[in-house]
């Protein structure tokens, strides 16, 4: 378990910005009392919808990706990343709220 947290860390992955999100919703997820609440939210379209709409601000803004050329920005590619980072960011909140919860269970 170490060496996948100093694996995390080597190779620049938890730096990533969906990861850091995804990392601290799992953490707020688990250890919350407002059950309810999370649900509520997790049943709402506005919640991923949003998640979507930072990623596409992320890669638009910071990410760019241009055609062979330099002049023209590669759309394909940039949503592709768009559809990474929307997906980056529920699975690294998968897995950080498991390991909340195994942490918490011994």
Do not use: R
Not at 55 to 69: E, G, Q
């Amino acid at each position: 378990m170490i060496k996948g947290i100093v694996a995390l860390f080597t190779s620049g992955m938890i730096f990533n910005p969906f990861v850091l999100l995804g990392i601290v919703f799992g953490f707020v997820v688990a250890l919350s009392p407002n059950k309810e609440g999370i649900e509520l939210l997790l049943h709402l379209p506005s919640f991923y919808l949003l998640i979507l709409l930072l990623a596409f601000f992320y890669n638009y803004l910071f990410k760019k990706i241009y055609k062979d050329d330099g002049d023209k920005l590669d759309i394909l590619q940039m949503f592709w990343n768009i559809v990474i980072s929307f997906c980056t960011f529920f699975f690294s909140a998968v897995l950080s709220f498991i390991f909340v919860l195994v942490f918490l269970a011994f």
